[in-house]
C-alpha cells in the first residue's frame, strides 16, 4: 500500500524564524508535488518536482526532493503571517501496467505563523 | 477560480438521504477526480473518470457512485448517508499525460456535505 507520511503534522512557529516540513513517501515515483490549502478553502499547487535532486523556489518556500530516500522537504525562510495554511505533499498513483493518474496525498502540516 | 466548477458548495441533508455532487472540470482536461476530506482520514482519493469511463477506484464506499458525462462535467452521487459521510467532497481535474508528464491536479471550491 502506498504510504506519504508528513512531520510535523502540527507546526505553531513564530514570524522570522526558518523551518522544515518533511514528507517521506513509499512509491518508487520520481514525482513529488506540494499544495497548500487554507482554512475551508480548495487546494492550491504550489511546487511539482520531477526529478531527483530537483529543486523549486517561490518567495519564502522552498521545496526539494531526494528520490533515492524517498524524501522531499519544504523550507520555510522567515516566515510570515500569510503562510499560515495547511501543507499537502503528494505522489503520484502508479498502475501495476504502469503509467500514473491521480494523486495520493500525506495527512498535511497544519502551519500556524504567529507574529 | 480554478476553472473546476463545484455545486453545490454546502448541503445539509438528514442520514438516510441521497444527495448529488455536480462538478465541471477545467476546459480541456480529460481528467475528473473525487477526493473526500474529514478531520480524522484526511484527504482520500474515491474515484477517477477519464473521458467518460472509470478509470481508477480508491476508497470509495458502496454506497456512493458517480459517472462522468459525454461533456465531461461528473457527478458523484452519495446514498443512504450516515453521520460519518460528513465531510468536504473535493472535484479535481487534469490532462492525463500517462507515464511521461507530470500530474497536476486543479482542485475546485469543494461541497460542504452535512449530515444531520
Known amino acids: 500500500e502506498l504510504k506519504v507520511e508528513q512531520n510535523p503534522l502540527f507546526l505553531s512557529m513564530q514570524e522570522g524564524k526558518n523551518y522544515t516540513i518533511y514528507c517521506n513517501y513509499s512509491?518508487?515515483?520520481?514525482?513529488l508535488y506540494w499544495y497548500r490549502q487554507d482554512p475551508g478553502k480548495s487546494l492550491e499547487s504550489l511546487f511539482v518536482?520531477?526529478?531527483?535532486?530537483a529543486v523549486k523556489q517561490e518567495g519564502r518556500l522552498m521545496a526539494s526532493l531526494d528520490t533515492k530516500a524517498r524524501l522531499s522537504t519544504l523550507h520555510i525562510t522567515a516566515a510570515v503571517h500569510d503562510l499560515s495554511a495547511t501543507y499537502f505533499c503528494?505522489?503520484?498513483?502508479?498502475?501495476?501496467?504502469?503509467?500514473?493518474?491521480?494523486?495520493?496525498f500525506g495527512k498535511g502540516t497544519h502551519l500556524i505563523i504567529q507574529p | 477560480d480554478s476553472g473546476v466548477t463545484q455545486t453545490p458548495k454546502h448541503l445539509i441533508t438528514a442520514t438516510g438521504q441521497r444527495v448529488t455532487l455536480r462538478c465541471s472540470p477545467r476546459?480541456?482536461?480529460?481528467?475528473v477526480y473525487w477526493y473526500q476530506q474529514s478531520l480524522d482520514q484526511g484527504l482520500q482519493f474515491l474515484i477517477q473518470?477519464?473521458?467518460?469511463?472509470?478509470?481508477a477506484k480508491g476508497n470509495i464506499l458502496e454506497r456512493f457512485s458517480a459517472q462522468q458525462f459525454p461533456d465531461l462535467h461528473s457527478e458523484l452521487n452519495l446514498s443512504s448517508l450516515e453521520l460519518g459521510d460528513s465531510a468536504l467532497y473535493f472535484c479535481?481535474?487534469?490532462?492525463?499525460?500517462?507515464?511521461?508528464?507530470?500530474?497536476?491536479?486543479?482542485f475546485g471550491a469543494g461541497s460542504r456535505l452535512t449530515v444531520l
Open positions: 479535481a481535474s487534469s490532462v492525463t499525460v500517462g507515464r511521461s508528464g507530470a500530474n497536476v491536479l486543479t
Open positions: 512509491t518508487t515515483s520520481d514525482r
Open positions: 518536482l520531477l526529478s531527483n535532486g
Open positions: 503528494a505522489v503520484d498513483r502508479l498502475f501495476s501496467g504502469g503509467g500514473a493518474d491521480g494523486l495520493t
Open positions: 476546459s480541456g482536461d480529460l481528467s
Open positions: 473518470y477519464y473521458n467518460g469511463e472509470e478509470r
